[in-house]
Nanobody
Framework: VQLQASGGGLVQAGGSLRLSCVASGRTFSLYALGWFRQAPGKEREFVAAISRSGGTTTYAESMKGRFTISRDNAKNTVYLQMNSLKPEDTAVYYC???????????????WGPGTLVTVSS
């Protein structure tokens, strides 16, 4: 499976963005999907993940209430709706696929190239 994220860009603090990640291949619905991010000079960190069916989601504590992950298996797409953005949300955002719904990177088998989100103050 190959992933391609899009939707990043420049937004003012307090604004919103929706990221999309489209997967190629027929096995999209067999994988949990996650979003991670990496800010300049920092390690990559977990943002959110969603189960194969979309019925279960999990979030990093600092994203709860602001970010929403969802998926459309018919479109092979996972989304990340980001609201009330802060300058500290500035990062490259990556989508990734895993057989398991986890927040740890080691279980994610395939990754997209990332999309840059910049939040200005």
């Amino acid at each position: 499976v190959q992933l391609q994220a899009s939707g990043g860009g420049l937004v003012q603090a307090g604004g919103s963005l929706r990221l999309s990640c489209v997967a190629s291949g027929r096995t999209f619905s067999l994988y949990a999907l996650g979003w991670f991010r990496q800010a300049p000079g920092k390690e990559r960190e977990f943002v959110a993940a969603i189960s194969r069916s979309g019925g279960t989601t999990t979030y990093a504590e600092s994203m709860k209430g602001r970010f929403t992950i969802s998926r459309d298996n018919a479109k092979n797409t996972v989304y990340l709706q980001m609201n009330s953005l802060k300058p500290e949300d500035t990062a490259v955002y990556y989508c990734a696929g895993s057989p398991f719904l986890r927040s740890t990177m080691d279980v994610y088998d395939f990754w997209g190239p990332g999309t840059l989100v910049t939040v200005s103050s």
